[in-house]
C-alpha cells in the first residue's frame, strides 16, 4: 500500500544537539512538506519542496532544515538553533505543489529533555 | 495567513447537527477540511473550489463563500466517530501551500 512513513515515532533531544525526522513516501509525489503541530495551534508550515533538490522556507522555517536529494525523502532537522523544538511534526505529500490535497504520515512527537 | 475557525469546541449528542466555521482575511482559490484523531495523522475530508465545484465525503457537505472568503462544514446527524479536530485549511490565489486554522475540537458522546 501506498502512503506516507515517518520514523520514529518518539524522539527526545538533548540541548544543544541536533535531530533528524525521517521522511518517506511511495506515492510517487513530486511535492513535500513538514509540518509544526503545537496544542491548540493548528498546523504551521516549516519547509516545502516541489521536486528533488528544490525546497522553500515556510511561516517558521528558523532553526529548521531540509533536503530532498531523492524524491521519495524529505528528511528535517531541528537543529539546536531551534529553543523551542516540542511539538508533533507531520509530514505531508501531494501529486504537485498546487491546490491538491494532502496525504499526511502519522508523526513524530519530539520531546527535549 | 492563519485562517479563523470558530466554535473552538463543540460537544454534541449522537445525531445532533453541528456546523463548523473558517473564514480568511486573504482572496481565496480553495479551501480543504481535514479531521484529526488524537495522535494520529489529519485525513482529508473535502477540497471547495473557487467557482463552486465541490469534492469530497459523501456523508459530511460544506460551503465555500468566495466573495466573504469564509467556509462551513456541515456535519449532521453525528455519529461517535465524527469526534476529532477539524482543521480548514485554506489555499490563496498567490499561494504554494496550505495554510491551517487552529481546529475545532468536535466530541460527539452516546
Known amino acids: 500500500d501506498g502512503g506516507i512513513t515517518q520514523s520514529p515515532k518518539y524522539l527526545f533531544r538533548k540541548e544543544g544537539q541536533n535531530v533528524t525526522l525521517s521522511c518517506e513516501q511511495n506515492?510517487?509525489?513530486?511535492?513535500m512538506y513538514w509540518y509544526r503541530q503545537d496544542p491548540g495551534q493548528g498546523l504551521r508550515l516549516i519547509y516545502y519542496?516541489?521536486?528533488?533538490?528544490?525546497?522553500q522556507k515556510g511561516d517558521i522555517a528558523e532553526g529548521y532544515s531540509v533536503s530532498r536529494e531523492k524524491k521519495e525523502s524529505f528528511p528535517l532537522t531541528v537543529t539546536s538553533a531551534q529553543k523551542n523544538p516540542t511539538a508533533f511534526y507531520l509530514c505531508?505529500?501531494?501529486?504537485?505543489?498546487?491546490?491538491?490535497?494532502?496525504?499526511f504520515g502519522s508523526g513524530t512527537q519530539l520531546s527535549v529533555l | 495567513q492563519q485562517p479563523v475557525q470558530s466554535p473552538q469546541a463543540v460537544i454534541l449528542r449522537e445525531g445532533e447537527d453541528a456546523v463548523i466555521n473558517c473564514s480568511s482575511s486573504?482572496?481565496?482559490?480553495?479551501v480543504h477540511w481535514y479531521r484529526q484523531k488524537h495522535g494520529e495523522a489529519p485525513v482529508f475530508l473535502m477540497i471547495?473550489?473557487?467557482?463552486?465545484e465541490q469534492k469530497g465525503h459523501e456523508k459530511i457537505s460544506a460551503s465555500f463563500n468566495e466573495k466573504k472568503q469564509q467556509s462551513s462544514l456541515y456535519l449532521t446527524a453525528s455519529q461517535l466517530s465524527y469526534s476529532g479536530t477539524y482543521f480548514c485549511?485554506?489555499?490563496?490565489?498567490?499561494?504554494?501551500?496550505?495554510?491551517f486554522g487552529k481546529g475545532t475540537s468536535l466530541l460527539v458522546t452516546p
Open positions: 505531508a505529500s501531494s501529486i504537485v505543489v498546487s491546490n491538491e490535497k494532502l496525504f
Open positions: 506515492l510517487n509525489h513530486d511535492a
Open positions: 519542496s516541489q521536486i528533488v533538490n528544490d525546497f
Open positions: 486573504k482572496a481565496l482559490y480553495s
Open positions: 471547495l473550489l473557487k467557482g463552486g
Open positions: 485549511g485554506t489555499f490563496q490565489n498567490s499561494g504554494y501551500a496550505l495554510n
